[in-house]
């Protein structure tokens, strides 16, 4: 079913993103692109079955419990999309393929394939634009000690290749908040953590910090926990309990401290 500019979203279906504690005291924003394998009504399936609109081409499982529970554990504001990353990515650009990616992983996506520059379009203003717009207030209203922390979660195995990093900080050109992380992780995790994997920078994973805060000099990083430790409500209680303690003294260590 096609799309056009003004029927992206319909009126009963709701905003394009949630936000969570917007009038937060925590200056630390916890933003969550992938938070639902939802699709606009106006795209219907994309051709695609259930499997695949469950599994991780369609979101990051788990990902938005973790992110709201250490959005308690902090005090935070969270910001989560309400729609799944295949009818738009929000953690890529317009202009890039994987925003609207015709193909994922082992996956096509019909639904995405061929689609007009107004269908791209529809998307972008109904779904994009709105989601970092809000982001972009969140951290406007946190001025220059703004935190952005970014939650995500990736598949144990990925093009049949299995993945043994448990936790990933990722990080672009700044690497101040994940520095720190990674040398208080040892003291604050149980799960095994790496630098930027299963992804980095050159993955072209890291729009949404290089869109808010790379520019803006504010400390950022994204997290990335491997979506099996999450299957349950009490993974995902850990996963928060433990990053909220990571965080919290990485952002009080010397290299990590709010100015």
Known sequence: MDADLHSILAADEGPALRVVNANAASPVVIVCEHASNRLPRALGNLG???????SHIAWDPGALAVALALGTALGA?????????????????????????????????????????????????????????????????????????????????YFGQPRAVELGILHDQDSRLADAMLAQAAAHTTLKTERNQPYGADDGVTHTLQ???IKSGILNVMIEIRNDLLASVAGQAKAAQELASLLSAALASPRGAVA
Do not use: W
């Not at 193909?103 to 689609?115: F, H, I, K």
């Not at 989601?131 to 979660?153: E, M, N, Q």
């Open 48 to 54: 695609l079955d259930e499997a695949a609109l469950s």
């Open 211 to 213: 869109r808010h805060a």
């Open 77 to 157: 504001t969270v910001i989560a999309a309400n729609f799944s990353r295949l009818a738009y990515d929000c953690n890529r650009p317009p202009e890039a393929p994987g925003a609207m990616p015709a193909r994922s992983e082992v996956y096509e996506v019909p639904g995405n394939a061929r689609l007009s520059d107004a269908q791209k379009q529809a998307r972008v203003q109904g779904l994009y634009k709105p989601f970092h717009a809000a982001v972009a207030d969140a951290l406007a209203a946190r001025g220059a000690g703004a935190v952005l922390v970014t939650i995500h979660s990736f598949t144990p195995v």
